[in-house]
């Protein structure tokens, strides 16, 4: 089976702090993803990449950034947190279907 | 460009009930469809696909949903809910392009009454 892992389910930071939010896959997958999920909004992407150390921007990458050094492993930075990154981050990775972590709850300060 | 709708944020259904979850998509090449199922503080788990084979797909839990692409639908239905069965469902769209992005819907929260 497929296996997504993301390194907290639960996350508490204050505003300004820098925080890393982590993703790891176990199936070789090329294309990994970075989501967003808000209460009526369903998913919206913040980033994905295709490859080691490419990446591109996806519908709301503002006060993001990311990094994939490891073919494995793709996480998600806020530079500097504020209240309204409060949310549901999902990360993804794909061969033909999307395969997804559990999720981290954060909440900002 | 693609996009997706899904009609109803929220479904009541009573339990032994058909379920019908509605998608609508819009796509300017062949899409690939999913449905993905999200139990509360989980992630998102893949309930079934459409890749241009057979029309009618089926999936896990008794789901399936058929691609209608004169109606640019790919609703969802089961024949019997389950109380097991309340959960967000979250229909997608994709495109086999270069950029391999997924469109979501914005959910159908699906409530089973006892």
């Known amino acids: 089976d497929v296996k997504v892992t993301q390194s907290s389910r639960y996350l508490v930071k204050r505003t300004g702090e820098k925080v890393f939010l982590e993703c790891v896959q176990d199936?070789?997958?090329?294309?990994m993803f970075w989501y967003r999920q808000d209460p009526g909004l369903g998913l919206r992407l913040i980033y994905f990449?295709?490859?080691?150390?490419?990446?591109e921007k996806g519908d709301i990458p503002e006060g993001y950034s990311v990094s994939r050094e490891k073919k494995e492993r793709f996480s998600l930075i806020l530079e500097s947190a504020s209240t309204n990154q409060t949310s549901m981050y999902l990360c993804a990775s794909r061969r033909d279907e999307q395969f997804f972590g559990p999720g981290t709850r954060l909440t900002v300060l | 460009a693609q996009s997706v709708t899904q009609l109803g944020s929220h479904v009541s259904v009573s339990e032994g009930a058909l379920v019908l979850l509605r998608c609508n998509y819009s796509?300017?090449?062949?899409?690939?469809l999913f449905w993905y199922v999200q139990y509360p503080n989980q992630g998102l788990q893949l309930l079934l696909k459409?890749?241009?084979?057979?029309?009618l797909v089926k999936g896990i839990n008794g789901f399936e949903a058929e691609f209608k692409k004169s109606e640019t639908s790919f609703h969802l239905t089961k024949p019997s809910a389950h109380m097991s069965d309340a959960a967000e469902y979250f229909c997608?769209?994709?495109?086999?392009?270069?950029?391999?992005?997924?469109?979501f819907g914005t959910g159908t929260r699906l409530k089973v009454l006892a």
């Open positions: 997608a769209v994709s495109a086999f392009s270069g950029t391999y992005k997924y469109i």
């Open positions: 796509s300017s090449v062949p899409p690939y």
């Open positions: 990449s295709y490859d080691v150390k490419m990446k």
């Open positions: 199936m070789d997958h090329e294309n």
């Open positions: 459409y890749t241009s084979a057979a029309t």
